[in-house]
Each structure stands twice: as structure tokens, then as C-alpha cells.
Nanobody, 127 residues
Framework: QVQLVESGGGLVQAGGSLRLSCAAS????????MGWFRQAPGKEREFVAA?????????LYTDSVKGRFTVSRDNAKKTVTLQMNSLKPEDTAVYYC???????????????????WGQGTQVTVSS
């Protein structure tokens, strides 16, 4: 069983920054692909960003956050971070951390492909 705990959400003005963190309780964290998803009110949960397992350095972003968000991981600390800059009101959502535990050559975007989820952290961007 893998537990994921997000932190770092909050209220920020448009143009501001937030840094989300996700701490994992898993011995084999380095073998997991770690993803970030978000769900705005009345909308479906959507893929935001992900980072490949171990030291592949592979990252993937949805188009709307490219150039503004950066995903990174620290395998020693078993954490994954989402640095969000130039935030927009449309970034307002609950942000979820997720783990895909089967080492894959590519990074999945689908919700169903991730095995474990955190409880989410609210990000609100005011205009």
C-alpha cells in the first residue's frame, strides 16, 4: 500500500506562484512514475504533469501549463514537487498527486493508469 500526502496549496493572486509537494510512503518510490492531476468544480479530473521513474528525467506536461509549471522529484526524500508560476484563474482546482507503480517506457496521462492517489490540495487563483 502506498500513501501519498499533498501539501502547499492555497490562495494566490493571478501571476503568482505556488509550490505543491507530495510525500510518498513507499520503499520503491524511485520506480514509480509520479503524476499531478487537477479537478476544477464541475469538471472532470485532468492530467497536469508527470515525471518518469528513477533518473530518467522524462517529464510530460499538458499544453496549458507548459512553460509555467515544473515537475521534479527527490527519490531520496520520496517526494515529488510541482512548481507553479504565472498562475491564472483557470488553474484553480483541487490538485492530486498520483503514483503509477509499474515501470513504463512512457509516461501515462490517463487517470485509470495510476494506482494510488493522494487526498488533494486546493489551489485558488484570484483575478
Amino acid at each position: 500500500q502506498v500513501q501519498l500526502v499533498e501539501s502547499g496549496g492555497g490562495l494566490v493572486q493571478a501571476g503568482g506562484s505556488l509550490r505543491l509537494s507530495c510525500a510518498a510512503s513507499a520503499r520503491t518510490f524511485s520506480t514509480y512514475t509520479m503524476g499531478w492531476f487537477r479537478q476544477a468544480p464541475g469538471k472532470e479530473r485532468e492530467f497536469v504533469a508527470a515525471i518518469g521513474w528513477r533518473s530518467t528525467g522524462i517529464t510530460l506536461y499538458t499544453d496549458s501549463v507548459k512553460g509555467r509549471f515544473t515537475v521534479s522529484r527527490d527519490n531520496a526524500k520520496k517526494t515529488v514537487t510541482l512548481q507553479m508560476n504565472s498562475l491564472k484563474p483557470e488553474d484553480t482546482a483541487v490538485y492530486y498527486c498520483a503514483a503509477e507503480t509499474t515501470p513504463l517506457a512512457t509516461i501515462p496521462r490517463g487517470i485509470a493508469e495510476y494506482d494510488y492517489w493522494g487526498q488533494g490540495t486546493q489551489v485558488t487563483v484570484s483575478s
